[in-house]
């Protein structure tokens, strides 16, 4: 099983990327997916989740109206959109699919907002 993030780099304040998880060796159609992140010094923190159902929920609070997290399953894929990036958003961003028999993470992504 392998999950590869990828669209992480160098982005000045104020700026977009959007980073993708693509798996394989496993269904995402039934997995709960999420992304994290590990910000130098700091431990790994949940920014958002979403459903099998396709019900998404950005659940760190500094990054409601800026994050947005989608799937596609038929891509076997997950997505996050962050727009308005700040310098404090510099972090490692990890995937993770949860499954009722499974707990997989990607290696991680790493994300710099600087100018």
């Known amino acids: 099983v392998q999950l590869v993030e990828s669209g992480g780099g160098l982005v000045a304040p104020g700026g977009s990327l959007r980073l993708s998880c693509v798996a394989s060796?496993?269904?995402?159609?039934?997995?709960?997916l999420s992304w994290h992140r590990q910000a130098p010094g700091k431990g790994r923190e949940l920014v958002a989740r979403?459903?099998?159902?396709?019900?998404?929920?950005t659940e760190m609070e500094s990054a409601k109206g800026r994050f947005t997290i989608s799937r596609d399953n038929t891509k076997n894929a997950v997505y996050l959109q962050m727009n308005d990036l700040k310098p404090e958003d510099t972090a490692v961003y990890y995937c993770?699919?949860?499954?009722?028999?499974?707990?997989?993470w990607g290696k991680g992504t790493l994300v710099t907002i600087s100018s």
């Open positions: 993770r699919a949860l499954g009722l028999d499974f707990d997989y």
């Open positions: 060796g496993v269904t995402f159609a039934v997995a709960a």
């Open positions: 979403i459903g099998w159902g396709g019900d998404a929920i």
